[in-house]
Nanobody
Framework: QVQLVESGGGLVQAGGSLRLSCAVS????????MGWFRQAHGKEREFVAA????????NSGDSVKGRFIISRDNAKSTVYLQMNSLKPEDTGVYYC????????????????????WGQGTQVTVSS
């Protein structure tokens, strides 16, 4: 069983930065592709960023590209999301997700690609 626990959410002013963490219980974490999604109140969940198992390749959504950076520390079984130049529209619940092998024929930017999800952490950006 794989368990994901997000932390680091909170309240921040526009233009500020925040760093989210996702601790993963799986003993084979290094083989997992990891992703971050977010959901604003009343909106559908959207892709934020993803990182390949080795950490050598990453993807990010158009709305956060150039501002958010995803990274991972396999020794700590943790994935991070560094959020810079935050905007009020970044407000929402941020979810960490794990994509375990065997890989689906679904792109990593899609929710359906992931096998396990965290409980989410709230991020609020004030004007």
């Amino acid at each position: 069983q794989v368990q994901l626990v997000e932390s680091g959410g909170g309240l921040v002013q526009a233009g500020g930065s925040l760093r989210l963490s996702c601790a993963v219980s799986g003993r084979t974490f290094s083989s997992y592709r990891m992703g971050w999604f977010r959901q604003a109140h009343g909106k559908e969940r959207e892709f934020v960023a993803a990182i390949w198992w080795s950490g050598s390749s990453t993807n990010s959504g158009d709305s956060v590209k150039g501002r958010f950076i995803i990274s991972r520390d396999n020794a700590k079984s943790t994935v991070y999301l560094q959020m810079n130049s935050l905007k009020p529209e970044d407000t929402g619940v941020y979810y960490c997700a794990a994509d375990l092998p065997p890989w689906r024929v679904v792109h990593i930017t899609a929710e359906g690609a992931y096998d396990y999800w965290g409980q989410g952490t709230q991020v609020t950006v004030s004007s």
